[in-house]
């Protein structure tokens, strides 16, 4: 069975900074692309960024200069390095994947995590 697990949240000021974490566990074969979601109160879920198996990297324009994603491919981990924080970054984040399974490594199947929530606030 495979989890992604994320961690790191917290409450934050405004200017602070967080590191977000989701390691992913269980019978891995390998993972694709790897993304940070997160959902606002009273708002739909929204893409933050991503990173592709090789490293290439994608951010919407919110985050944009202020957050950098990264991986480790040793350690089947992501993390999100959030920087300047802002009040409107309060939300819950997600992570999701496209995982190979041991049991299956032909078919890629979509996995979320439990999510983690981030508050900025004074």
């Known amino acids: 069975q495979v989890q992604l697990v994320e961690s790191g949240g917290g409450l934050v000021q405004p200017g602070g900074s967080l590191r977000l974490s989701c390691a992913a566990s269980?019978?891995?074969?390998?993972?694709?692309?790897m993304n940070w979601y997160r959902q606002a109160p009273g708002k739909q879920r929204e893409l933050v960024a991503f990173i592709r198996s090789g490293g290439s990297t994608t951010y919407a324009d919110s985050v944009k200069g202020r957050f950098i994603i990264s991986r480790d491919n040793a350690k089947n981990t992501m993390y999100l390095q959030m920087n300047s924080l802002k009040p409107e970054d309060t939300a819950v984040y997600y992570c999701?994947?496209?995982?190979?399974?041991?049991?299956?490594?032909?078919?890629?199947?979509?996995?979320w995590g439990q999510g983690t929530r981030v508050t900025v606030s004074s």
């Open positions: 999701n994947a496209i995982i190979f399974s041991d049991s299956d490594p032909k078919t890629p199947r979509n996995y």
């Open positions: 269980g019978s891995i074969f390998s993972i694709s692309v």
